[in-house]
């Protein structure tokens, strides 16, 4: 009878182990995931703001007007599309943020 109880002992341990790991794969990783992309989304939306103010007050400017723009970018992409005149951000979550539209003049 002696050597059962180190038997359930180790078989408790190996079943919460790989529950904790479970919990931590189906659960906290997916929650991380979204909160990062939540964020490179955000950045994205502060950018685009950023740059149609600047272009707004370098256009209503002198003629000649420069502007310098720092922006920081944690993920994804932006280009210029010259036939619409617009810039066009694009970033490819890992998740599903359920995310599409337009805010103001920012198509999402």
């Known amino acids: 009878m002696k050597a059962v109880s180190p038997l ?13 790991i479970g919990l931590v794969y ?5 929650a991380m995931e979204r909160s990062v992309a939540n964020n490179v989304m955000s950045e994205a939306r502060g950018n685009l703001e950023l740059l149609a103010s600047t272009i707004e007050r370098v256009a209503s400017g002198a003629e000649g007007s420069k502007s310098v723009v ?14 619409s005149n617009n810039i066009i951000f694009t970033f490819e979550p890992s998740v599903d ?12």
């Not at 189906?26 to 997916?30: D, L, N, R, S």
């Open 26 to 30: 189906f659960g906290i990783k997916p």
């Open 70 to 83: 720092s922006l920081s970018v944690s993920d994804g992409e932006y280009f210029i599309d010259k036939n």
């Open 8 to 20: 359930v002992g180790f078989v408790l341990t190996i079943f919460v182990s790989v529950m904790t």
């Open 97 to 108: 943020l359920g995310v599409i539209g337009r805010i103001g003049d920012k198509f999402l």
